[in-house]
Every structure is written in structure tokens, then in C-alpha cells.
């Protein structure tokens, strides 16, 4: 991996140690930890709960109760959750009570002298139960195009089925994490782990009954995030909060890893059935899916991630009839939540079974089935309306058969199978066009200030939060590159919302899109005022202290260049001033050196009622191989090789979009093979931490890897680039297809009934 | 005696007393040294987060040998004799080490979270392979990456960028770690406290390190305490909180215990030799045994757990036994009237339950190398192939004469409480031909004999399933087809 672009602007922190997550900053002097007492039952009553025996314990300050709070409901979209449980418990592992004291060894001995008394109730635990019962969440949601019913019943073939996938936990590797410090007039300083700081801010003011502008939210990074920490992070800062506004001392409220897994939500269960019509080349006629989410206990942010799932259902396919329909369950799980793609895969993972399923069917190769229904030219529309333009997929498709040399390796991998009686290979390509932008309208707006110093150096805040994947590094380079200075010149300041407020969460891909646009914008007003001030300077130096420079913000800048540390006329390169000169030129002219941008990305928006609009301000778009390699006597699986080709626009910093990919890509191969949440039969979390919890190893990353970049200037988007967050994750499910594919070439048309994620123990069970 | 554990930590020697001395190291680093670099994550040895570099004296050399290992399941007192090196003691002055720097150029680190823990880990790799075992490369290969960072998972990365880093440190540029730390003072400290006794007691905790088994003994059957090989065990144990021992007899200080050898064509392996050391020995003596460790855990884990941890801990998907039972190997006990001896596979009555008395301890584990004549396999199928536990395993010993099969031992774990030798299908293929069915009809034969559960790693039938299918690998793996050879 070649790259001159920056590196992250932690990096050297982090290889030395030296960055600062938040359980590596040193205790204040009294400072509680905090720690909480969870449900040991799904679904119960709470008859009572005993905090006697704990408060009597020497070292114990304060336990605190669902009547502590002055406001015990959130929920992001919807309000219906209790941050404390009080009279019922509805899913295994939900806070019913707050403990603070004074070390840790005396936290965990108080947590299990608080005595709650429960009448369990029955359970539901899976998809299926839940709706044999009508549990639900929210209202049914239906996208309609076409007329699907008169199309599934003239289509010349037609297939029906199942497709089920399970949940993936987030497995950051910073668990939930927030540290409260109390300050004067009831104000609060929360430091959180959170995608969200708006929303902590928001939430905590809230339960405490304080004015939001007494509550200051600062992350100044996360240990990954990958949606678990969107809007679930605000809770723990809510009870790390109660303890210090109450006790009047700061309060430290760290989980365990297997707390963490084991009480926070994950990505959602689905359960999709469908019926696709299809003419004898495989192109589709006709889809009819229904889709259900798990969506666990409460709502979360489980309407929009299923809104997401469904508008993924075409993924990169034309389907010229659909009727996509989507339901959340309410079961007696963790609240499922966002996770990297937030929908996404679960949609594309449904539509690309049914691609597979297609070839098996019509004995097909599977590649080709995809080919003639990728998404053509710059006019087909989606299920939901929008027309797909600058539409890479055909080229991105044909590309990647070339340079992964899949008709080749199509042929070895069938000589293989026909010969090994230990092993099976096989092979798939799928595709990944993922549409940017918050489906939720309001959400894709952004802010941002740039302050620049006396000195010529700058200090730049947005909304944007760092969990590792580089939007700070990008926002840097944005500034300097418009100051033409040395990004070490520019500083990106944790983020906090008494810089930055009423901010979106960072999530949706969008970071960098929606605050690197905010610094654009807070940039240009900069660039302006120091431009106008030194063209007035050039026409007329100010002499004598009464005499000062001033500016409309009018002027016509144009032939003033920000170029190597200078501001230079652009026909007298003689004629120029350094940087640090013209802001010193400003300063003493009285010129303001803050800089403050809004963005609001200009898209028309969703009619969720309608199941119509145009949501999306582009798609970022993708194509990967996976070959795989499965032991036929154990089910033991290997990825040999992938190939992963995207299109990501112009990046503005490759060498970070890359790791997005790689990382991306894994996590997907993650979700597809080994992480398999295994659960009691009454509902508590079993495969609780990296013991029992496979997430990839160094050794499953495929030995050979090629990555390719496709460069395609989207003209939408801050400086050409486009969003490379989550897209990537929806390739790893190549694997999956490609196990599909080598399960189903023993048989002719044999079609295993291969689940998500395909673990050794199911592809045995698929074997025939 | 003595009354502290002697460590050293970058560079800087340490004497710890009293309850400090019974912290876990990752505690003991972050809050009592602020040595935050050091992140715990799971605290149970699986993820490398709070890996760090520990120097060990060996006889007769004047440098320590360094290997990685997890802090969040060892201890201070297990820390004894020890130089530790934390990321933060890796940079050199001011300037990041060639690893830090390739991470850097490389965007091996995103979050952050992980790096410390890959930095260590990628450091012992190059100070090994550059300095402490040669072999005359100016990089480090792809190959050589991945086995030596096995035990540090990454969720942001997908490992590419790690991987890339490593290849792109010029070995030439590392400063060792002996050359940078290891002086005269520091060797000699080390080495005079190796022969001083340590008892500590603080609270209800008290630790005793002798200099011999027979002193352990007299202590194990006074106080009744646990011994400690090297926690990879009971650190998970302790951090979960499922077990709390305050009575602590370390045998660290025995020398004896260090002792690894062949004579007569037994291997004698003592109590504190590690999993690492035997895997290296075993290449030249038992190679397959040698593959099974390849896959045992991680490097951290093998550079401290013990063969013999792995034989008292009685786990029925331990990894060594099931090639311990086929080879007959013997637990050597010793107790206050001196030693006898165990077969292996007489040694388990029951889960967890073992013929040692509450006043023995093992000393040694004896294994005859199996007869050239005798093939050996061992299987190990778990959920993801590197550093995970086992959801089954298998050994076989077994003989072949004119295409008969003329000797079989079989062993089983994962299926039953204990692992299990099979002597049903053992006597069923006594004697039968070398063929595909033979093994399909023994498969049957397997299934009757065990008893698997359900658990959170597989279901009781896919245990059964792998029961049957192993005998077919079995025979595959010795018969190959051509197609065999491909991929595998
Ligand atoms: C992340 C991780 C991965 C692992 N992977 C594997 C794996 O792949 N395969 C596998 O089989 N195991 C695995 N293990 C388990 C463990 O590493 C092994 O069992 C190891 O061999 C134990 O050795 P130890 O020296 O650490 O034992 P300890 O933890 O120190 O002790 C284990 C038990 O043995 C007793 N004991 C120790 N020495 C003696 C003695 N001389 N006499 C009497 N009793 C004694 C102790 O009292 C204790 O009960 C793993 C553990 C971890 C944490
Ligand atoms: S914290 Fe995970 S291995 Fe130590
Ligand atoms: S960089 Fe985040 S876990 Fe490795």
C-alpha cells in the first residue's frame, strides 16, 4: 500500500501510547466509579428492589434508583425507553440501578448486595414468536414500484423463500465508557465515548432536569464506534451524570467487555420473505419481500435502520416491480441498534441471496445473473424513485471479472470440486451501491469553526467525532490545503458541544461529507476577509493609529491565491504576504480570524409514508470477489482470496480511505462467517467476549488481498470525494455468497439452506 | 527470604510489597504506574490489547530473552526476576522506533485501541528475528507477521495495514532491546534474588515462591495452596471472578521446574516449562505434536502457559491431551513421601476431577516419543482456526502392517467430561484393512461411544457429526489423493 497522503493525526499517539482514551485519564481526587446492577431475566416484574444492604457497605456513596430521575424515558426517535428499569424489565441485562463508590473492588462487591426481586415473565426471544404474537414496533412500511403481483405471476420462472441473518456485535474495543465531573451552578462536564455528543448533551440535561446549556459534552475520541456508540452512549453518560450531579463529586462509569456485549444492542436479526419472478437469462421481473427486523426491546433507532434495509433492497439491481415491505419486531432482546451500514447489509444480504439463488436455480452462473441485472446507464430508477446516475456498477462489474480473472479460476475451482473428496471451493462476486446521506432529512446538516491564531496557526472544530477513521485527519488537510499552510499548522479540537452544537450524530458514512463541507464554507468566509483585507492593504496602507482598514466581505478577492504559507496576486507573484503576516494585518484592522460555516446538504429528502423521494445525494458503489475454501468433513472455513474494487470518488486522503476498506471489508467477512451471538434459552448473551465471540483474526484476513480504487470525481460532494465509511462492509458478504456457491456445486440446482453467519457447524449441516 | 518481587520496568528496577504484589500487571502498570499506554479490553488473554514485553533470565547468558505476554492475566508476583517493557519504553529517545514509525506511515492504527498492544507484539518479532534468533533477513515476511501477531485483534483495520507495517521495517534499524536495557546491574540483580525465597503476606493473601518442589509441598499441605505455573488459567479465572485464591505457591524459583530434555527417548517436561519452549522442542522430536501447539493459543499465551497448567487445569478440550493420552505419557506427582507416577489415562475420574492429592503437586510430565513406526495425527476443529479454544479434538496412534491396521490409539475431546481414549472402535479397528469404509464403519462405532452437550461453541450434534467425520479425515490425511495436496 503505497500512499504519500497524511497520515492520521493520532497515529503517532497511538503507537507511543500516549493518546488518551478516556480510562487512561487519571483519577480526580474523590472521583466514584460507577457501576450498574442489570436484569438477570428477558422479560419480568419488578417486585422490589433492596439498595439497603449495598449503602450499608463502607466505601459505597450512593446507590440510585429509577425514582432518582427527573425524566426516566429516551429514545432518539422515539421515546419508550426507561433509562432505569422500574416496574418491568423487558430485555436481559437493562439497568435497574446506579452504584457509586470509592474503588473498584468495593463497586463490585456493592453491585451484587443490591437486591431486586423479579416475577419473570414469559419471553419473546426470536422473530417468529414475536410475530406470531403481533409484538411490534412502530407502523409496516411499504416501497412500491410497478405493479409486482401482476409481474411475479407472468414472470417465466418464479422462486419463493427464506432468508435469515443473524446479529453482529460491534465489538469496539473501548467498551461503554463516560467520566462526569460536576461544576459550579449544577453545570456538568461530561467526557463520553459517544458517535453523539449532541445527544448526551441532550439526554443528560434531560433526566437531570437541567438546561441543556448547563451540559457541555467533549469526546475527544473513541476506542471504534461503529454505530454502537450512535445512540446507546448517551445512557451511560445520563447515570455517570446522576451520580455526580447528585453526589457533587466526579463520577467514572467504565464497562466490562462482557457487560458490554452482554447488555448493549446489536445489529438486527432479519428475517426477509420473498418471491422474485425472473425470465429465463435470470434478469428479474418481479421482487415481493417482506422484511423484519428484530428490533429488540425498544425502538432505538430500529425504524431508520430498517428504512435503510429496505431502501437496500434493490442494492445494485434494476428491479423494475417491487413491493418492499418492512416490519420491526418487539421481542425481549437488547434494543438492537445502529451498526456500520445501519440497514444496509441486511437489505443487500436479502437481494443478493436471491441473486444466487436465481443462478442455482436456472443453473447459472451467478456472476452473470448479477451482470445483466446491475443497474444499466444513467436513467433506470430505484424501488423508491431516485434515478441512479453516474453509475459505475456495469464498469466496476466488468473490471473486476477481468482483473480477479474470475472465468479462469470459475473453471479450476470446478475441476477442484469434481476431484476432492476433503474440500470444496467456491467463488462469488457481489456488488455494494450504498446511498449517502441521513434518510432523515433534518440529519445532514453540519457545522463547523475555524479559528486562526496569531501565530498562523489554526484551531478547527466540527461536530465530526473520531472513532479511528480519520475524519479529523481528512478536516485538517481541507484546511490547510484552503490556507495553503502545513497541516501541522492546523489542530483539530476534540469536540464539544459548547463549540459545536446541535450537531448530527457522526455515522451514516456522512462525517466527512457533511463537517468537511461546514470547513469548506467556514474556510471561505476566512479566505475572503484576509484576501479583501490585504487587497486593501495593497491599495492603501493604513498610516497613523486613527486609520483602519475596512472590508464589506464584498469585494471581488479572485486574484489573490493562497499558495506554499502565502497569499500571492495571482498576476505578480512578486506581490505577496506571508500568512502569518496578512492574519496580523487583520488582527490590528480589528478583522474577525473566527470563521463559523453551516451546511446543509442539498437533497429533496424521503416520503417515508410514501415510500418515494430522492434520499440520497449519490451512491458510493463497489464490487468484490471472494474465493473460499471449505473442509467437507469439519465445515471448517477459509477465505483464499478476495478482490475488492470501489469506487470512492476522489479521495481526499487514500491512504485512510484504504483502512476504511480493509477494515470495512473484514468486519463484513466477520458478520458473514465466525461472529455467531449465541443465546440462553432464556435470553442471556452466551458468546460475551472475544473468548467465545470470534471476530476475524489477523489469520483470516484472505492471504492474498487486492484492493483497487476506481478514481470518479463525484461532482456532488466536498472536493470530489465520496463517503467509504460503511460501504465497504457490505462486500465482506461475497464470502457468504461464495460459500453458497461452493454448497451448492455437488448437486445440480442443489440450494443449501445456508443462514447468516455461515459457521463451520452450519456449512456442515449444508453439506449433501 | 525475601519479603518484594524484584522486577524491572523500562529500565527502572522496582521492588513491590504487600497487596501491590498480588495486582494484575495491566492494574498494576495503569493505576499504580500510569502507564496507560497498556489498554484492557477483555482481561482474559484473547485480545492483546495490554500486551507487553517481558525479559527472562536463562542460564548462563548475560542478556534476557524477551517475549511478549498478556498483562491483564498475570500478576506482579509472577513478574518476578523479570524485565517489563511497556510501549511506553519503546521509542527511542525522543524518536519513534522503526515499528512505530512503519505503523505510522502505514495507517496501521486507527482507533488507537489496539496499537500498544500490536506495537509490543511486532516488537518482539523484530527484536527476535533481527537479534535474539537471526536468520539473516532485512524484513520480516507476511508469514512471519501474521503467526507472530495472532494473539492482538483489531476491529478497525482488517489487519492489512498492520501487515503492511510489518513488512516495512528494516530489521537493520532496530535497536534490540538487550542493547538498549540490558546492563551489567541490572543482569546481576536479576540473577542474585533467582536463589532468594519470596514469601509475601498482606491481608488474607499470602505468597510463598521456594526453591524446591519438596519445600512446596510442605507449604501446599500447611496451607493448602493453589500453585501457580503461570495464571493463563486461573488469570481469566480470577478476573471473572470464578475463583479467588489467596494462598499462592509459585514454582518459579524451582529450578528444577525449568527443566525440558530427552533421554532414552522419554521427553521430561517440568512444571514451568511454557508451551512456546515445547513447541519449539517438539519440532525436532514429536513434529506433530509441534503443528497441534502451532495452532495452541497465541504467542503471549505460549510464551507463559505451561504444559503442565494445561494438564492440571483438566479442561476436556485442553489441546495437549488428547495427544498426551495416545502417547501414554505419565503426570509425575510429588508429594511429602516423594514421587509416583500416573498414566495420563488414568489420571481424570471425572470433570475436573483428578488422582492428585490435596498435598501433591506435578512435577513433571514424561512422554515417550512414539515409535517411528506409528503414525500420529491430531485434530483440533474450532470456530475460528487461530487462538480459540477447541470444539473438538482428536489424537491417533496407529500402526499399519501390510495394509492392516495393526495398533490404534484414539482419544477424544470436547465429547464427554474428561477426554476420552475410545476402546470400542479402538479394538473394532484392530486389524481391519486400510480403507475408506473401514473408516466410514468406525465413525458409527465413535458416535456410540461418547456423550457431547450442547454448549455455546457447537451443538451436541455437530459434535457427533465431527466424531464420525475425523475418522474420515484420519484417513485421508494418510492416504492422500492428489486433489488433497491443493489449498490445504
Ligand atoms: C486466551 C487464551 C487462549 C487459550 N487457548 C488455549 C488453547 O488453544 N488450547 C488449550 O488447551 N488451552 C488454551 N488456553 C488455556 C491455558 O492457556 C492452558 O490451559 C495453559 O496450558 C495453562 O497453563 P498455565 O501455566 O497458565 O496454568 P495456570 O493457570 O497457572 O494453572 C492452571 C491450573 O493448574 C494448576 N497447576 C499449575 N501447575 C501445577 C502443578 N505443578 N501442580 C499442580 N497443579 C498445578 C493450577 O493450580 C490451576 O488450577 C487458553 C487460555 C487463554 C487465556
Ligand atoms: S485485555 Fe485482552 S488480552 Fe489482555
Ligand atoms: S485500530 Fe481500532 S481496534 Fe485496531
Redo the contacts between chains.
Sequence with gaps: ?KTKSL??D????????????L??R?LQRGELHVGLVFSPVAHGKILSVDTSAALALSGVAGVFTAADLHHNLWGTIIQDQPLLADKTVNFWGEAIAIVAAENRATL?AAKKLVKVEIEALPAILSIDEARAQEAFIAVERTILKGDPDTALAQSPHRLDGVFENKGQD??????HISIVYPLENDQLEVHASSQHPTEVQHLVSEALGLRQSQVTCIVK??????GGKESQAATFSAYAALVAHKLKRPARLAL???EDMQTTGKRHPFKDWYSVGFDTEGRIQALDVKLFADGGAYADLSTSILERAMLHSDNAYHLPNARIVGRICRTHNTPHTAFRGFGGPQGVAMIENVLEEIAIYLGKDALDVRRINCYQGEEQTTPYGQVVVNNTLPALFDRLSETANYAQRRTEIQA?NA?????L?GLALTAVKFGISFTSRFLNQGNALVNIHRDGTIQVSTGATE????VNTKLQQLVAEAFAIPYQNVTLLPTATDKNHNTSPTAASSGSDINGAAVVLACAQLQQRLKACLLAHWAQPVRGALEELSITGQEDTSQILFQDGYLVHKDNPEQRMAFAEAVNLAFFNRISLSGYGHFKTPIPGYDRDAGKGHPFLYYTNGVAACEV?IDR????L?I?RSDVLMDLGRPINE??D??Q???????GLGWVT?E?L?YSDTGAL??H????Y????????PRE?H?ELLENEEPSNVRGSKAVGEPPLLLGFAAWAAVKNALSSTHAHYNPPLRLPA???VI??CLK | MRDYILFYLNGKRYEVRGEQAFMSLADFLRYERGLTGTKIVCAEGDCGACSVLRGEVLPEQDELRYSTINACITFVHLMDGTHVVTVEGLQDEQALSPIQQAMVENYGAQCGFCTPGFVCAMTDLVNHNAYQNPKGQTHLDEKQIRNGLTGNLCRCTGYTPIIEAGKAVNLAQFTPLQKRYNSPEMMAELRRHRSVPIRIQAGNKDFYAPLSYAEAVTFKQAQNAQIFASATDLGVQINKERSNPTVICSLNLVPEAHALSESGGVISVGARVTLNELEHFMRGHIPEFARLLKIFASPQIKNKGTLVGNVANASPIADTLPFLFVADAEVELTGPNGKRRVNINRFYTGYKQLDMRPEELISRILIPIPDPADSLRLFKVSNRKDLDISTFTAGFRLRLENDLISQIAIAYGGVAATVLRLPKTEAFLQGKPFNLETFQAAGAIARSEISPISDVRASAAYRLKLAENILLKLYHALAPSPAEAVGV
Design positions: 500500500m497520515p492520521h493520532s497515529a503517532r499517539g497511538h503507537v507511543t501510547g500516549e493518546s488518551v482514551f480510562d487512561d487519571p463490585a460491534h465489538f469496539y474495543l473501548e467498551s475520541r473513541m476506542g471504534g464506534g461503529f466490562s467487555k462482557d477442484f476431484s476432492s473428496q476433503t474440500h471451493r472513532m479511528g477513521q480519520g475454501l468433513l469439519t465445515g471448517e477459509k483464499l491512504g485512510i484504504r483502512g476498506v480493509t477494515g470495512a471489508f473484514v468486519q465466525t455467531n449465541v452466551l458468546s467476549s472475544p473468548t467465545t470470534k471476530i476475524p483474526n489477523i489469520q483470516d484476513t488481498f484492493l459457521t463451520a457447524e456442515l449441516s
